[in-house]
């Protein structure tokens, strides 16, 4: 059975880049056609979309945030990343990473992973 | 960005009840809407997809319809392990979107 798993700093201080990873176990990250997302959702807020990105390469992502948002996937090792530059205390959250089935419902969800910005 | 309104955004109910919320879209989706649980402590959880279609595993008191730009989600007997709160969501049009999500609790 497919799952994800998130992996990350914690703390990150102002103004620096955050570097999440997401490994997928039980299956291949290349096969069909999903795409993998990042979501996050702030302490006591609803859920935000990050971007989404195909074992190709190609990505999607949130314009609210898209100036300071980089994704890539690493196929080998059968998983994806996100870069988030220019940190502030608001991009402090509870981070997932998801399998977006065929761009429609995130059907698969790793536990999460919580990011404070703070100095 | 295509908006979701939902309604109530908490709610307090018995076990055994029956339980709607409703999600508003700011334009028409179709029926691009899947609803999702969010237990705290918990990774979100699909429960209906297509506005309608019940994903896989997932008990058949939930239900979902609607579409264009308003939708439903049901509980027809609460119990007490649904209590969480409960987002929309819209794959229409970039960028994907949530709901401001609605607690539920009993």
């Known amino acids: 059975q497919l799952q994800m798993q998130e992996s990350g700093p914690g703390l990150v201080k102002p103004s620096e880049t955050l570097s999440l990873t997401c490994i997928v176990s039980?299956?291949?990250?290349?096969?069909?056609?999903?795409?993998w997302g990042w979501i996050r959702q702030p302490p006591g807020k609803g859920l935000e979309w990050i971007g989404d990105?195909?074992?190709?390469?190609?990505?999607y992502s949130n314009p609210s945030l898209k100036t300071r948002v980089t994704m890539s996937v690493d196929t080998s090792s059968n998983q994806f990343s996100l870069r988030l530059d220019s940190l502030t205390a608001a991009d402090t959250a509870l981070y997932y990473c998801?399998?977006?089935?065929?761009?429609?419902?995130?059907?698969?969800w790793g536990p999460g992973t919580l990011v404070t910005v703070s100095s | 960005d295509t908006q979701l309104t939902q309604s109530p955004s908490s709610l307090s109910a018995s076990v055994g009840d029956r339980v709607t919320i409703t999600c508003l879209a700011s334009?028409?989706?179709?029926?691009?809407l899947n609803w999702y649980q969010h237990k705290q402590g918990e990774a979100p959880k699909v429960l209906i997809y297509?506005?309608?279609s019940l994903e896989t595993g997932v008990p058949s008191r939930f239900s979902g319809a609607g579409s264009g730009t308003e939708f439903t989600f049901t509980i027809s007997s609460l119990q007490p392990e649904d209590i969480a709160t409960y987002y929309c969501?819209?794959?229409?049009?970039?960028?994907?979107?949530f709901g401001p999500g609605a607690k539920v609790d009993i």
């Open positions: 969501q819209q794959y229409d049009i970039l960028p994907f979107t």
């Open positions: 297509d506005a309608s």
């Open positions: 039980g299956g291949s990250i290349s096969t069909g056609s999903h795409y």
């Open positions: 998801a399998r977006h089935l065929d761009m429609t419902r995130f059907d698969l």
């Open positions: 990105i195909f074992h190709s390469g190609r990505t």
């Open positions: 334009h028409d989706i179709g029926n691009s």
